[in-house]
């Protein structure tokens, strides 16, 4: 075998799985979008941008993101921080913020429901303490902005712990040595953090984000489970189109929007968060 070839065969397997599961579907749904019967058309993508449900599920779904992702991002650095610099019993800390990684999205929908709803643990602590004198109906679509609210709750609690396993490890690249000069610096603790942690955290920070972002664009279960169609996203309607209102057109071109926004959120974190050239770990 030629040494130039075996690049290429070492990439074989990956490219064949994009062209599989990315690249064909891609085009299928492409296709589904922009044709008919009778050829070519934009009719499918103009009934998606003008249905009513269009412009409030593509704004819930961009607030969404842009409320979870800050706070899980924010959460998940302490959390490592906290991992990175204990001595002793950091396995059992780690296993144990880890926990709510292995429940599914409509798992964790079912439990922050169970803590909502008008039967459930909230109401039951509250009509305990004397705050109120009767169960509130919490999840009501006269309370929108409360299923937001617990929708953003449960995609915290639940999906924090990748973006932390992230972080840990891309954390515990970064030699000591930089820490022990900054100290010797008379850097504080939090200077350390801004100045060597974070920048060196690039990486890292990089899968993290593309990869939260990107889930939650797609999210549906939790918001499902807690609010039905109250709370419309886009993963929701497009789950609606196809199944629903068996309109599979309709329902590609709501996929071919989430992958749009996905691809910009995608190059934009690339764009800020890119590694220099000649930069190390």
């Known amino acids: 075998m030629s040494p130039k070839a075996l690049p290429y065969l070492l990439l074989l397997p990956a490219t064949v799985f994009l062209l599989v599961f990315f690249v064909y579907p891609f085009a299928q749904i492409a296709i589904l979008a922009f044709s008919s019967e009778s050829g070519p058309t934009l009719r499918h993508v103009q009934t998606m941008a003008s249905h009513w449900k269009f412009g409030s599920a593509l704004g819930w779904t961009v607030l969404l993101a842009a409320v979870v992702v800050p706070i899980q991002l924010a959460v998940a650095l302490s959390m490592a921080s906290i991992v990175t610099k204990l001595k002793s019993g950091r396995n059992t800390v780690l296993y144990i913020f880890s926990i709510p990684l292995g429940l599914s999205d409509l798992a964790a929908g079912i439990v922050w429901l169970a803590i909502f709803e008008q039967s459930g643990f909230l109401n039951s602590m509250l009509v305990g303490l004397g705050v109120v004198e009767r169960p509130i109906l919490f999840l009501s679509y006269q309370n929108v902005w409360v299923i937001f609210l617990a929708v953003v709750l449960a995609e915290v609690w639940r999906a924090t712990a990748i973006v932390m396993v992230i972080l840990v490890s891309g954390m515990g690249l970064i030699p000591k040595e930089y820490y022990e000069a900054a100290e010797v610096f008379g850097a504080s603790p939090w200077k350390r953090f801004l100045k060597v942690t974070l920048p060196m955290l690039r990486p890292s920070l990089q899968s993290a984000l593309i990869l939260r972002t990107l889930a939650a664009f797609e999210v549906f279960a939790v918001v499902v489970t807690l609010g039905g169609s109250t709370l419309p996203v886009l993963m929701g309607e497009t789950f609606q189109w196809q199944f629903a209102l068996q309109d599979r057109n ?18 934009f974190f690339l764009r800020v968060l890119r590694v220099p050239k000649g930069a190390t770990i």
């Open 250 to 267: 309709v329902a590609s071109a709501y996929a071919l929007v989430i992958l749009g926004i996905s691809i910009a959120a995608t190059l």
